[in-house]
């Protein structure tokens, strides 16, 4: 490495940010971010310019028992503490208000920036082995890539894409690529509305063709959920 | 800075000095999203426990180490879970099952870390990403998303290790540019 070089370490902070720098380079550069400050303050421009990836992905409650085994960790042989009601319930949710009001304010009286949105789902298989590529944008086209390894299935059967609505029966999109090929599938106005709502898409093993009835009738092999990028 | 996050600086300030109930309070207002990355980069909800809890206790030692300068609160918090995460994975090297994002629930509405900067954030690297070539693209979301290797990223993509390293260089390379703009 060149601790020297702008360029080079620009992209080394992208790949460590990323993940994709490994082992004995990720720890020579964690080694070299510590005694750089410029190679640090280049880290964590990936890390702001990135997290809007953080953002698009769904929000979880996480068990109780982690909070308590943080607080044992920490604090052990001590009482936890007593949330203070109007700080974690009421003041939160009237800055979170406010915070909502000013975002709506700047919705409403700064010129708004092109909103270009779209989804994507990395469809996998038991092992972890992504098979097809998904993007899904609002301009009502989705996109699908077979992963090379993707191979056609036994006994000359087909892999069909469904959407599946928050209510109702699955909704056939097409008939997937195998082999690294790749489709393109226009959607209807409802079609879009559908999947912007439940963002759920399932492949269904079916004969040479398709399903004959329009409803799943082999098994439901892999599922995906978009997530808003 | 947003509203929310300056709640969240002070609530930092507080505990780099020893305030339990500040760091309650901290906890249970950011760690729905940490949690909700950990669960979807390891799919294993076990192993994200662990690293939550690996997190705040990191959070406790290390919060007077926080400055505007490493982006607002939530990409800080966020940075440190998602290194935890990648570890966990390198250590592990995809042994666990695959598990469907397909039972979760996604909200949309606005969380307590979301704010007017982070939604401009968002649009521009939206836009940025629409205009890579979706080789690049697809390379640096599966590698983001699922923490792939350049290794497993050929592997998965068919193509030789070289080349799939060249789409990430190239294609982060290629955003870099465009978010300067």
Request: glycine share 6%; with cysteine.
């Amino acid at each position: 490495m060149k601790p020297d070089n702008y360029e080079r370490n620009h992209a080394l902070a992208a790949e460590y940010v990323v993940g994709t720098l490994q082992g004995a380079a990720r720890q020579r550069f964690e080694r070299w971010m510590m005694v750089s400050a410029r190679v640090r303050r280049q880290v964590w421009y990936w890390e702001r310019r990135l997290q809007p990836f953080n953002g698009s992905l769904p929000e979880e409650a996480a068990p109780k028992a982690v909070w308590n085994s943080i607080e044992q960790r920490l604090f052990p042989g001590t009482a936890p503490v007593a949330s203070r009601w109007w700080q974690t319930l009421t003041a939160w949710r009237w800055s979170t208000g406010i915070a909502v009001l000013a975002v709506f304010a700047l919705l409403l009286w700064t010129p708004s920036p092109p909103v270009v949105t779209h989804y994507v789902g990395v469809v996998q298989s038991q092992q972890a082995e992504p098979l097809w590529l998904v993007n899904a944008s609002v301009d009502h086209r989705l996109s699908v890539k077979a992963m090379p390894p993707v191979q056609p299935a036994d006994g000359g059967r087909d892999y069909q894409l469904w959407l599946l609505p928050e209510s109702g029966a699955p909704i056939s999109l097409a008939l997937l690529p195998t082999g690294g090929a790749r489709l393109q599938i226009d959607l209807s106005d409802q079609q879009v509305r559908q999947l912007l709502q439940s963002r759920s898409l399932a492949i269904s093993l079916e004969p040479a063709g398709g399903s004959p009835t329009g409803q799943p009738t082999g098994p439901v092999v892999y599922q995906t959920r978009l997530v808003q990028m | 800075m947003a509203e929310a996050d300056d709640g969240l600086v002070r609530a930092l300030a507080r505990i780099a000095q020893g305030d339990r109930q500040a760091f309650a309070g901290f906890y249970q207002k950011t760690h729905r999203a940490v949690f909700g990355m950990c669960v979807h980069l390891l799919r294993d909800r076990d192993e994200a426990c662990d690293v939550l809890q690996e997190t705040y206790i990191q959070v406790w030692h290390h919060a007077g180490e926080y400055h505007c300068d490493r982006g607002s609160v939530q990409t800080w918090m966020m940075s440190i879970g998602r290194y935890r995460c990648l570890d966990a994975l390198r250590r592990r090297r995809y042994e666990a099952d695959y598990d469907s994002v397909s039972d979760r629930q996604e909200s949309s509405a606005p969380g307590p870390m979301d704010n007017a900067g982070n939604q401009l954030d968002r649009q521009r690297l939206n836009h940025c990403l629409k205009d890579l070539d979706e080789r690049y693209r697809s390379s640096i979301e599966m590698a983001y998303f699922r923490g792939f290797t350049h290794q497993e990223l050929a592997v998965a993509m068919g193509e030789p290790l070289g080349t799939t390293k060249s789409w990430i260089r190239r294609g982060l390379d290629v955003l870099r540019r465009c978010l300067d703009t």
